[in-house]
C-alpha cells in the first residue's frame, strides 16, 4: 500500500496541531478546541500505519492475503474520508473568517470525527488479530512452507516435454539490431559473456531473440543451444526443466531434485560452447540465481537475455553488453504490415493510401502492427472497410484484449505500488503530450503521490520514481541535457490507453471532453472523484449551486476562452491541484483565496500584474507558478512570507519580492529581484537549489554561504560590476549582461561540480581570454553568446570532460583553439552565425584533424547545417 497521501495529510494534522504561524489558525479558538481530536486522529492513523508495515503477505494463505487487501481498502477509504471531513471544517472556517455565506449541511461549524474513528478502530482490531497469528506463525518452522511453494512451482510447468523452440516470424526492421548482437555473441572473448536485448513490451524483444537463435550461422557457431521463458513468476525449476529440455535431455527429470537437475545441466554444457537464451526476466534476484547453474569454463559461451527492465539489463552489464530496441519507422511499420497481410504479394493500389495510415497510427510498436494485421488480413481487399479502420485504429488495438494492452498491462501489474500512482497520473495528459519533468515533479509531489524518504527531499524522490518507469521502459525519454539529466518524457500512445483503461477501473481520474456530458457523467464526477483532467470550462457541468464536490484536482488541458472560477470556488473546495494556464484570466481572482487546501496552484494573466494578498493565506501551497502577459514585472506582497509551506516559486516576468522576515522553505525561484539583495538569501531562503535573480548595478552579490545552491542564472545590470562570490555546490550557471572581467574566470574555474557554463549577451567583456592555466574539471557544456571576444586560448586539459561547445553571435572572435578538438569526450562543436573567414578555417581545420586520427564522431554545425555542407554551399555561392 502507498501512503505517500496519507503521510502528507499526517503532516498537515501535525502542522495544525503544533504550529501557530498559521495564519487560517492563529488563535482560532474553534481550532484549538478541536485540537484533542486532531492529536487523537493522528495517534489513531499512525497506530493503522504501523500494523499495516508489520504484516508480511508473502506467508498468507488466499484467504487472509483477502482480508488483509480488504482492510487496506477500507483503511485507504476511512483516511480519506478523514480528510474530507476536516478538509471541509476548514473550508467552512476560512468562508467563516471572510464573512461567506456557507450551507450548513456542507460546512460544519464543529467537527465530528466519531464514525470515521470507529472505522478506523475497527481495522486495527482486525488488523492486530492478523499480527498475532502473523507471529504464531514466524515462531513456527517454515519448511513445510518452502515445501508448498516447491511443489507449486513445479505443478506450474508439469509438462515440459510439451515446451516448443521458437519459431521463424515476419521480421522487418532489425536487421541491424541482430548484425549487432550477432557480433557481439561471436567476437572473440573466450570468457562466459551476457548480451541483454532491453525494451518495452511489444517492441519486437522475443522476435529479435528468435530470429538470432535461428541464425544458420550461430547455429553452425555454438555446439548447444537453448531457450527458456521466465516471465513474471520465476520459478528455479522450471526454468532448470525448461533449459533441459530444450537441449534434448528428457529423461528422469520429473524424479530428479532441484541439486540433481542442476548437476544434470552443468555436465551437459561443460567443455561445450553453448548459447542460452532467457527469454522476458523481470528481476534481479532472478538472474542472480539463474547465473549459477552455467559453467564459466572459457568455451566462448554466451546467454542472451530479454527484458523489459533496464535494472536487470545494467545489473548484468559488468559482464556483458545492452542494446536497447526502438520502435519502427513508419516506412518499417508499413513494411511489416503489407509482410503480414499480402504475405510477400503485392498491395492493391486502392489500399495503399489508407494502409500506410493505418500503420503511421501503430506508432512503431510492432505488436500494435501485428494486430491490425489480423484485422485486415480477414478483409484483404475491402477497400471501404480500410478507410474506415485507418479513422479508428486506436480502437482496435485497445479492443485486443489477449494481445497489446493485456501484454503490457503484465508491466503496470508487475509495477511497486507506490509507483502505479504515477504512472496512472500520465495518462489523465493529451495524446502525445511532452512532459516537462520539472512540472511532472512538482505535481507528483502536490498530489501526494511521493512517500518520504530519510535524508532525501520529495522532489528528489519524485525524480527517482520517474527513472523507475523510464528504466521499466512505460516512459519514453524526450529530451535529455548534455549531463544526461531527463527533461521531457511521453508515454506511447499505446501505454497511454493502457493508463486510461486503468484509471477507469480503478476510478483514478475523470477527463471531459468534448462533447458536451451526459447526466450520467455529471453524477460520476459528483461522486468522489478526486481528479479532473478536462478540455472545456467546468460549466458544462450543469453543478447546482449548492453543490459541493471531493474533487482534490482539476487541470484544464487546452485553451478556454473562458473559465468560471465562481464555479470552481463554491464547488470544488477542496481541491489541492489547479492548473488554469490554458484559461483566459484578466487578472489574479480574488476568490481563489478560498481555495485553501491547495497545494499547486497554475494561473495565466492577460491584462494586469496586480498580485492580491490574499493568494497569501493558501498556507498549503507548495508551487506556485505565474503566467503573466501584460507587464515584464509582477509586485509580489511582502505577506508573502506566509506561504510557509511554499517551495516552488516561477514566473515568465520579473518578480519583486519585498522584505521577508522570516525563514521560507523556497527550493527554486526563477526570474526574481530582490530588495535587500543576496546577502539575505542565506537567512531566509537557506535550502535554495535553483535560482535565477536579477541584480541591480550596486549590489554585492554573494553566494558562496547557499550550500544547497545547484543552479544560478545572474542577470546583471549591464555595466561593470565587482567580483562575484560563488557557492561549491554549484552545478549549472548561466550569466548575462554581468561584464566582467576575464580575470574573474579563475572563480569559475575553482568550482568543483561546475557541469554546465553558459555565457550570455556581454556576461564576460574583454578581447582576450587566455584559458591556457585554466582547468574546468566537470564542464561538460560551454555556452559563448554574443560576447566581444577576439582572441581565445586554450589547452586541452583546460576542459577534459567537455562535451559540448556552442559559439553563437560572438561576432569579433576569430578562431576556435585547435587544441579544442583534441578533448576526448568532446561530442559537438555548434556554431552560430559566421563573421570571419578565420572562424570557419579554424573549425574546417579541426575536423580535419580529427579525421585524420580516426576520429569520425566529433559532429561540427554551422547556422544548423553540417560544417561539410555548409562549406560546400559556400563554395558554390562564391563560385557565382
Not at 62 to 69: A, G
Not at 204 to 228: E, P, Q, S, V
Not at 716 to 737: C, D, E
Amino acid at each position: 500500500m502507498a501512503y505517500a497521501g496519507l503521510q502528507m495529510f499526517m503532516d498537515k494534522l501535525k502542522q495544525i496541531i503544533d504550529c501557530n504561524d498559521i495564519p487560517l489558525i492563529n488563535d482560532n479558538p474553534l481550532i484549538l478546541s478541536e485540537r484533542p481530536q486532531f492529536q487523537l486522529l493522528y495517534q489513531e492513523l499512525d497506530s493503522v500505519v504501523q500494523a499495516l508495515s508489520n504484516i508480511r503477505e508473502d506467508h498468507r494463505n488466499s484467504y487472509e492475503l483477502e482480508k488483509v487487501r480488504d482492510l487496506k481498502k477500507r483503511f485507504k477509504d476511512a483516511a480519506e474520508e478523514a480528510q474530507d471531513t476536516i478538509d471541509l471544517y476548514l473550508s467552512g472556517l476560512h468562508f467563516r473568517n471572510r464573512r461567506l455565506s456557507t450551507r450548513s449541511d456542507v460546512f460544519k461549524i464543529s467537527l465530528d470525527l466519531e464514525k470515521v474513528l470507529k472505522s478506523i478502530e475497527s481495522i486495527k482490531v482486525e488488523l492486530m488479530t492478523i499480527n498475532i497469528s502473523n507471529m504464531k506463525m514466524d515462531s513456527s518452522s517454515r519448511v513445510d512452507h518452502v515445501k508448498t511453494r516447491s511443489v507449486a512451482g513445479t505443478s506450474y510447468t508439469r509438462n515440459p516435454l510439451g515446451i516448443k523452440k521458437p519459431s521463424e516470424e515476419i521480421v522487418v526492421g532489425l536487421d541491424r539490431d541482430a548484425e549487432i548482437i550477432r557480433d557481439k555473441l561471436t567476437e572473440d572473448t573466450k570468457q562466459l559473456c551476457v548480451v541483454s536485448i532491453v525494451g518495452m513490451g511489444g517492441l519486437g524483444k522475443t522476435t529479435l531473440a528468435t530470429k538470432l537463435f535461428n541464425d544458420r550461422f550461430l547455429k553452425y557457431h555454438f555446439h548447444i543451444r537453448a531457450w527458456a521463458t521466465v516471465s513474471q513468476s520465476y520459478v528455479r525449476r522450471d526454468l532448470l526443466f525448461q533449459i533441459l529440455v530444450s537441449i534434448g535431455v528428457q529423461e528422469g527429470l520429473d524424479q530428479a531434485s532441484d541439486s540433481q537437475l542442476r548437476e544434470k545441466l552443468h555436465k551437459n554444457l561443460m567443455g561445450r560452447r553453448f548459447l542460452i537464451v532467457i527469454d522476458d526476466i523481470w528481476s534481479i534476484d532472478a538472474w542472480d540465481d539463474l547465473k549459477l547453474f552455467f559453467p564459466h569454463d572459457n568455451t566462448a559461451s554466451r546467454i542472451l537475455l530479454t527484458t523489459r527492465l533496464n535494472e536487470v539489463a545494467l545489473h548484468v552489464k559488468p559482464h556483458g553488453f545492452v542494446h536497447s530496441l526502438h520502435c519502427l519507422t513508419e516506412k518499417e511499420s508499413w513494411k511489416l504490415l503489407k509482410q503480414k497481410v499480402f504475405h510477400g504479394d503485392e498491395c492493391p493500389e486502392p489500399l495503399i493510401k489508407p494502409g500506410m495510415q493505418i500503420a503511421k497510427k501503430c506508432h512503431g510498436l510492432p505488436l500494435s502492427v501485428a494486430v491490425m494485421a489480423g484485422v485486415l488480413a480477414e478483409e484483404s481487399t475491402n477497400q471501404d472497410l480500410w478507410e474506415k479502420i485507418a479513422c479508428t485504429v486506436s480502437s482496435y488495438i485497445v479492443g485486443d484484449h489477449k494481445g497489446c494492452l493485456e501484454t503490457l498491462a503484465l508491466s503496470y501489474h508487475h509495477l511497486p505500488e507506490h509507483l502505479k500512482e504515477c504512472f496512472l497520473y500520465l495518462g489523465g495528459f493529451p495524446e502525445d503530450f511532452e512532459f516537462n519533468v520539472e512540472r511532472l515533479i512538482w505535481l507528483s509531489v502536490a498530489e501526494g503521490f511521493i512517500e518520504e524518504a530519510e535524508n532525501r527531499s520529495l522532489e528528489d524522490t519524485a525524480k527517482a520514481y520517474l527513472m523507475d518507469l523510464i528504466n521499466r521502459n512505460l516512459v519514453i525519454v524526450a529530451k535529455r541535457n548534455v549531463i544526461g539529466d531527463v527533461k521531457a518524457c511521453k508515454l506511447h500512445d499505446l501505454v497511454r490507453e493502457l493508463c486510461l483503461k486503468k484509471a477507469k477501473e480503478e476510478r483514478f481520474f475523470l477527463k471531459i471532453d468534448p462533447p458536451p456530458l451526459s447526466s450520467q457523467l455529471r453524477r460520476n464526477i459528483l461522486h468522489r472523484q478526486r481528479r479532473v483532467f478536462t478540455n472545456q470550462d467546468v460549466k458544462i457541468l450543469n453543478i447546482d449551486h449548492y453543490t459541493t464536490t471531493t474533487a482534490r484536482s482539476l487541470l484544464y488541458l487546452s485553451m478556454v476562452d473562458t473559465c468560471s472560477v465562481d464555479i470552481i470556488t463554491r464547488s470544488f473546495v477542496l481541491l489541492r491541484v489547479l492548473d488554469l494556464r490554458k484559461c483566459h484570466l484578466d487578472a489574479f481572482p480574488e476568490e481563489l483565496a478560498l481555495l485553501v487546501h491547495l497545494r499547486y496552484l497554475a494561473i495565466s494573466i492577460r491584462y494586469s500584474s496586480e498580485f492580491p494578498k490574499s493568494i497569501c493565506k493558501l498556507w498549503s501551497l507548495q508551487t506556485l507558478i505565474l503566467l503573466n502577459h501584460y507587464s515584464p514585472f509582477i509586485s509580489l506582497p511582502s505577506e508573502l512570507e506566509d506561504l510557509l509551506n511554499l517551495r516552488h516559486l516561477w514566473s515568465n516576468s520579473v518578480m519583486r519580492l519585498p522584505y521577508i522576515g522570516k525563514p521560507m522553505n523556497l527550493q527554486s525561484i526563477t526570474r526574481v529581484t530582490f530588495e535587500h539583495g543576496v546577502n539575505c538569501f542565506q537567512e531566509f531562503f537557506p535550502i535554495i537549489k535553483k535560482l535565477e535573480f536579477r541584480c541591480d548595478k550596486d549590489v554585492e552579490c554573494h553566494f558562496e554561504s547557499l550550500s544547497y545552491l545547484e543552479t544560478l542564472a545572474l542577470y546583471g545590470p549591464g555595466s561593470r560590476r565587482n567580483h562575484i562570490w560563488f557557492p561549491a555546490s554549484l552545478k549549472k550557471l548561466t550569466l548575462l549582461r554581468c561584464c566582467l572581467p576575464w580575470s574573474d574566470m579563475s572563480t569559475i574555474q575553482s568550482l568543483p561540480n561546475l557541469e554546465v557554463l553558459k555565457l550570455n549577451f556581454n556576461a564576460f567583456s574583454g578581447a582576450h581570454w587566455d584559458a591556457c592555466e585554466q582547468k574546468f574539471p566537470q564542464l561538460k557544456l560551454l555556452k559563448l553568446d554574443r560576447l566581444d571576444i577576439k582572441h581565445w586560448k586554450a589547452s586541452s586539459t583546460s576542459f577534459p570532460c567537455l562535451k559540448q561547445l556552442l559559439v553563437w553571435g560572438c561576432s569579433y572572435l576569430e578562431e576556435i583553439p585547435r587544441e579544442i578538438g583534441e578533448i576526448a569526450t568532446l561530442e559537438l562543436i555548434s556554431i552560430g552565425s559566421i563573421y570571419r573567414r578565420s572562424l570557419v578555417e579554424s573549425i574546417a581545420r579541426i575536423q580535419q584533424e580529427q579525421q585524420d586520427e580516426g576520429n569520425d564522431e566529433l559532429k561540427i554545425t554551422v547556422d544548423g547545417w553540417d560544417l561539410s555542407f555548409y562549406l560546400s554551399e559556400d563554395e558554390g555561392s562564391e563560385s557565382e
